[in-house]
């Protein structure tokens, strides 16, 4: 097999990729082309994973009653969360959304299964974490590989693991990892939602930089 040269226009064009992978929480309700779920969830299958383990689980809720329960869960856990802030900073994240579970057409969570018999325990004997890291870099390559199909997906993170795989009735042993809201946003931009309402600016990338 001839390996594919990735040439300067691909390098630019992975750049922007990059840049215009945002977090999503404004949907459209219409939904996605039939397979393109599926190529999505392929993508994320590519992702690189300690010992090969190949440890991700996706499950693609259907279940209205599931949604409406997660909806409603996630928006009592931001209500609860924003207890801590006060004044000025309050009213800020009063107004943010947060998730497009109600409006995204596509929802997935993503477990990892710390028990799979695939990768026989290689390479984590002494960070036996990295099998969960794998199950986020899946959740990259997705992102990634959405956002070149025109999608957007969103990872809402205010929500309690515990009760997940109940909720979703699968094995025990899988570990909650992620909620993703996939599906065409309402505007796309290079810019974070959370710099454009004011909340957190992008840092420079210099300072997470160090030599010793």
């Avoid at 004044?87 to 993503?110: S, T």
């Avoid at 199909?149 to 992620?178: K, Q, T, Y």
């Avoid at 946003?185 to 992008?202: C, I, K, N, Y």
């Amino acid at each position: 097999m001839t390996e594919p040269v990735f040439d300067a226009a691909f390098r630019e064009q992975l750049a922007q990729l990059l840049a215009w992978r945002r977090d999503v929480r404004h949907f459209e309700t219409r939904a996605l082309p039939d397979g393109l779920l599926d190529t999505l969830l392929d993508a994320a299958c590519h992702g690189p994973s300690v010992g090969n383990a190949q440890p991700w689980r996706f499950v693609r809720i259907v279940s209205p009653e599931r949604r409406k329960a997660l909806a409603d869960t996630v928006d009592a856990q931001k209500h609860a969360a924003g207890e801590s802030y006060s004044g000025e900073r309050k009213a800020l994240y009063d107004g943010l959304k947060l998730h497009g579970l109600r409006e995204a057409p596509e929802i997935v969570a993503v477990f990892c299964d710390e028990q799979g018999e695939a990768g026989d325990g290689l390479g984590r004997a002494t960070m036996p974490e990295t099998l969960c890291w794998s199950v986020v870099t899946a959740v990259h390559t997705v992102w990634l590989a959405a956002r070149a199909n025109g999608v957007g997906l969103g990872w809402v993170s205010i929500i309690d693991p515990n009760g997940m795989n109940a909720l979703l009735e699968v094995p025990a042993h899988w570990r909650f990892i992620a909620l993703l809201c996939l599906g065409y946003p309402e505007r796309a931009s290079e810019t974070p939602e959370l710099v454009r309402h004011g909340w957190q600016d992008r840092l420079p990338s210099d300072i997470t930089r160090l030599e010793r």
